[in-house]
């Protein structure tokens, strides 16, 4: 009986796909079947396509118009005492800073030697980062101090604006003015010693902004 069944039932589907409409019927199915094929293969390649683009903007965004500029700030300390200013730095979005803190000691005297002078420096960023230098110049010449600030603009996370407008703390301290000592005899407890009461400074600001951000 079953076999009867089966042979009646592939009489008749040979006989519906040998029809007219049988045979439109595997056509419209056959071309449903290419069309979903071609439908998913451009979804694919769209998809594809767009992270590649969205790789590329984000890369090129980054390809920044970089310029330099410098502003100098120059300043007379007592030994012990420290200058403290905030301020911006720049018009632009600022991506890099380096402050280089100058000074010149006093040369030595006929009967006395002038001891050295110690600064330090401390920057805070916008952002709150601080970093610190310190320096002490050769008997009788010059000395400095430099601090290097930057940010990293290849990052994906880099925002340009970071620094917009913020405010910059830049202290300065005279540590130690150095005293001018005898160079011929005793000290005799300091008294022929000779006090330095302080000295000058510049600080020279030289900074990097995107251009027209």
Not at 86 to 106: H, K, N, R, Y
Not at 175 to 198: E, K, L, N, V
């Amino acid at each position: 009986m079953a076999d009867t069944l089966v042979t009646i039932l592939n009489r008749e589907l040979r006989r519906f796909f040998l029809s007219a409409v049988g045979k439109k019927t595997v056509v419209w199915f056959l071309a449903i079947v290419v069309m979903l094929g071609l439908l998913f293969s451009y979804q694919a390649s769209t998809i594809a396509v767009g992270a590649v683009g969205q790789q590329h903007q984000r890369n090129s965004g980054n390809e920044l118009a970089l310029e330099e500029a410098s502003v100098q700030i120059s300043d007379t300390l007592t030994e012990g005492t420290t200058s403290t200013k905030s301020d911006t730095i720049g018009d632009g979005s600022v991506v890099a800073v380096t402050f280089t803190l100058t000074w010149m000691d006093e040369p030595n005297t006929a009967r006395h030697a002038n001891q050295p002078d110690s600064f330090a420096l401390e920057i805070v960023t916008p952002d709150g980062t601080t970093k610190t230098g310190q320096g002490t110049n050769p008997q009788g010449e010059a000395g400095n101090v430099t601090i290097e600030i930057s940010r990293d603009t290849s990052a994906d996370d880099f925002d340009v604006a970071l620094w917009d407008d913020g405010t910059w703390g830049i202290n300065v301290t005279l540590s130690d003015a150095g005293d001018q000592t005898p160079t011929i005899g005793p000290a005799i407890f300091g008294f022929r010693t000779q006090t330095d009461a302080g000295n000058a400074y510049t600080l020279d600001i030289l900074y990097t902004y995107v251009k027209d951000a």
